[in-house]
């Protein structure tokens, strides 16, 4: 979290540490009226940052409990890519670079399985790229896709990468997901044009349907 100057950010962090707390709580602890509460937790449950669970008593009104939620708790720090890195350099120095080579070939089969019918239910190629962009961007790669009529190809890139740190010590993830794209889309006609683990400020695929190549 940043420094916890606006009684926004207070608010977060009074729920960070407590967990629950009610209007009357926060109002005391911050030194403002409750309207100030309210009118501040009203905006973070819109923006989906908080929520209220309403817990009744056995006597009197029930009373409203405000928490984070998973979007509010994703505020402050984590370092899941870190440790991950930590987890798979450790793995290569206990096991060597093969056991690493095949945890990254069992997540790209596992991530075929998953995707496989989803895929295959699609005859039609130009809508098979657009799942693909629609699965990667469930995943947080932010993709857009357009198509080179002239080419005759696909260009599919990707402005964000959620295993950038992993990607940055590990090339294998790169390769792995160019081989997924060619499982998932069945072509061979894939090229990587850039690569943000290589320096690129985005990844770039262009995408050919290898059956119209044969064809031709």
């Known amino acids: 979290m940043k420094n916890h100057t606006s009684t926004r950010d207070e608010i977060i962090y009074l729920l960070k540490r407590h967990k629950r707390m009610t209007v009357t709580e926060m109002a005391k602890s911050l030194g403002i009226t409750e309207m100030a509460v309210r009118r501040h937790l009203n905006t973070l449950e819109r923006d989906h940052v908080v929520e209220t669970t309403?817990?009744?008593q056995a006597m009197g009104r029930p009373i409203h409990f405000y928490h984070?939620?998973?979007?509010?708790?994703?505020?402050?720090?984590?370092?899941?890519?870190?440790?991950?890195v930590e987890l798979l350099k450790d793995l290569e120095?206990?096991?060597?670079?093969?056991?690493?080579?095949?945890?990254?070939?069992?997540?790209?089969d596992r991530l075929q399985d998953k995707y496989k019918d989803r895929m295959d239910s699609l005859n039609d190629f130009e809508a098979k790229v657009n799942e693909?962009?629609?699965?990667?961007?469930?995943?947080?790669?932010?993709?857009d896709w357009k198509k080179d009529e002239e080419a005759g190809t696909y260009v599919l890139t990707e402005y964000n990468c959620p295993i950038a740190k992993v990607a940055n010590e590990y090339q294998q993830a790169c390769s792995c997901e160019?081989?997924?794209?060619?499982?998932?889309?069945?072509?061979?006609?894939?090229?990587?044009?850039?690569?943000m683990a290589k320096g690129g400020d985005y990844c770039c695929y262009?995408?050919?349907?290898?059956?119209?190549?044969?064809?031709?």
């Open 178 to 195: 160019l081989s997924l794209f060619k499982r998932m889309l069945h072509t061979d006609d894939i090229e990587r044009k850039t690569c």
């Open 132 to 143: 693909l962009a629609n699965i990667q961007n469930e995943a947080g790669y932010m993709v």
């Open 68 to 84: 984070l939620s998973a979007t509010g708790d994703e505020q402050f720090p984590r370092n899941y890519s870190g440790l991950t």
């Open 93 to 108: 120095d206990m096991s060597g670079t093969n056991m690493v080579e095949g945890l990254f070939q069992k997540r790209e």
């Open 54 to 56: 309403l817990v009744r």
């Open 206 to 216: 262009v995408i050919k349907d290898s059956k119209e190549t044969s064809e031709v």
